[in-house]
């Protein structure tokens, strides 16, 4: 008997979306005018509590624009994480900085110890400038990456950030809905305790529109100087006069109908992400040798993605695991290659990173649709212990 193939992680698309959209079409709002964006800018910006949130075509845009809003130029440099996607970087390049690479620690998002080890050791702080000795440029921003809905420890980098006079960009793309349950920060969700916060609605997020991304700041200025950027930089509404170099960046009135929709069921997506985390670690408790990688019990996780750890490289190996899941109908992938060994950052600085090699040779990511059902888990399970077994 075929078995049924489980995807790794696709839209729920079970709300009001075709009502939403087929209206979006029925009035002919289609392109990037249209009420529905101004709504759902509004609505995000009310779910995490900012000031107020701009769309954009996905996460990348936002990260560009929120770098130049931020001040970041191509005289400066900006410290990243090694252990992310790698679109979470290119922005720099785009911006014309350079990156400085940082490891990761046990929650897979940026080590906050070792930044603050590389400002110490490796940096003099002159004028309110935090300068590189190496290569004695401004190391402007801090650009931090929420991994798989966990969120990286916001206390520690924003009082970095104060001492070394930074700005926190934070790539929340993987973590919206999450938020600290505890500690300074209790309430404040991931991506607004920085200077800008930037969402994904990529297919596979949490919640999609296809495509678009979303940034939310608190700062006023932030907000409106990206919607600026974001529409091609009009200084005036009506007739065609720009006052500096924008980009064609805004979401469309299609795809802010089809968020509106899925951020009506964001909650329950995230319930049901919670459970099936859960149901996976209970099933995966008497296999030897593979777990589930824990989120921060000081916050509300998303629950985005799944990190199966394999304990013991020796005795399993991941692209063997991988391939045997797919011989399974079950879709896996690897966690993403270290960003500082690609051939465009090969000559990028980077800082002592020792936890990022561990983790990308024994992650990989699991089924974690948000539709996925317990029989899915269930033979995810089985097709796991099957492997532990053979």
């Known amino acids: 008997?075929?078995?049924?193939?489980?995807?790794?992680?696709?839209?729920?698309?079970?709300?009001?979306?075709?009502?939403?959209?087929?209206?979006?079409?029925?009035?002919?709002?289609?392109?990037?005018?249209?009420?529905?964006?101004?709504?759902?800018?509004?609505?995000?910006?009310?779910y995490v509590k900012v000031k107020g949130a701009v769309s954009c075509q996905n996460g990348t845009s936002g990260l560009h624009i929120a770098l130049q809003v931020c001040g970041?130029?191509?005289?400066?440099?900006?410290?990243?994480?090694?252990?992310?996607?790698?679109?979470?970087?290119?922005?720099?390049?785009?911006?014309?900085?350079?990156?400085?690479?940082m490891d990761c620690d046990d929650s897979l998002c940026i080590d906050p110890e070792k930044i603050k080890q590389f400002c110490e050791n490796e940096c003099r702080?002159?004028?309110?400038?935090?300068?590189?000795?190496?290569?004695?440029?401004?190391?402007?921003?801090?650009?931090?990456?929420?991994?798989?809905?966990?969120?990286?420890?916001?206390?520690?980098?924003?009082?970095?950030?104060?001492?070394?006079?930074?700005?926190?960009?934070?790539?929340?793309?993987?973590?919206?809905g999450s938020y600290y349950t505890e500690g300074l920060y209790k309430g404040q969700y991931a991506g607004t305790i920085g200077t800008v916060g930037v969402y994904s609605f990529n297919g596979n997020k949490i919640m999609t529109t296809g495509g678009g991304g979303m940034m939310v700041s608190n700062d006023e200025e932030i907000i409106r100087q990206s919607k600026h950027l974001t529409t091609q930089a009009k200084s005036d509404e009506l007739f065609y006069t720009h006052d500096e170099i924008g980009y064609n960046y805004?979401?469309?009135?299609?795809?802010?109908?089809?968020?509106l929709a899925q951020l009506e069921k964001l909650e329950e997506f995230i319930q049901t992400k919670s459970d099936n985390f859960q149901r996976y670690k209970q099933g995966l408790e008497p296999l030897p040798g593979l777990s589930l990688l824990n989120f921060d019990?000081?916050?509300?996780?998303?629950?985005?993605?799944?990190?199966?750890?394999?304990?013991?490289?020796?005795?399993?190996?991941?692209?063997?695991?991988?391939?045997?899941?797919?011989?399974?109908s079950i879709q896996a992938r690897p966690i993403w290659d270290l960003i500082h060994e690609q051939k465009p950052y090969k000559m990028n600085q980077s800082y002592k990173i020792e936890k990022a090699p561990y983790y990308l040779k024994r992650i990989i990511n699991i089924p974690c649709s948000s539709n996925l059902s317990h029989s899915d888990v269930d033979q995810v399970l089985a097709k796991l212990e099957e492997y532990t077994t053979n």
Not at 73 to 101: R, S
């Open 125 to 176: 702080f002159v004028d309110g400038k935090l300068i590189n000795n190496q290569t004695g440029k401004h190391i402007k921003a801090l650009i931090v990456v929420h991994v798989f809905g966990n969120m990286c420890d916001m206390e520690k980098i924003q009082k970095l950030a104060e001492t070394y006079n930074l700005v926190v960009i934070e790539d929340a793309t993987e973590a919206l």
């Open 250 to 259: 805004r979401m469309t009135n299609l795809q802010a109908a089809l968020g």
């Open 72 to 101: 970041v130029t191509n005289q400066d440099e900006v410290i990243v994480p090694t252990l992310t996607f790698i679109a979470a970087v290119n922005p720099v390049k785009y911006i014309g900085a350079e990156p400085i690479f």
């Open 297 to 328: 019990p000081n916050i509300r996780s998303n629950h985005w993605f799944y990190a199966l750890e394999i304990e013991d490289e020796i005795k399993y190996d991941r692209r063997d695991l991988i391939r045997f899941l797919g011989d399974g």
């Open 1 to 46: 008997m075929t078995q049924k193939f489980i995807p790794l992680s696709v839209p729920n698309l079970k709300g009001n979306e075709l009502k939403y959209v087929t209206h979006a079409v029925q009035t002919e709002w289609v392109s990037t005018g249209g009420a529905y964006i101004d709504e759902f800018e509004q609505k995000i910006a009310e």
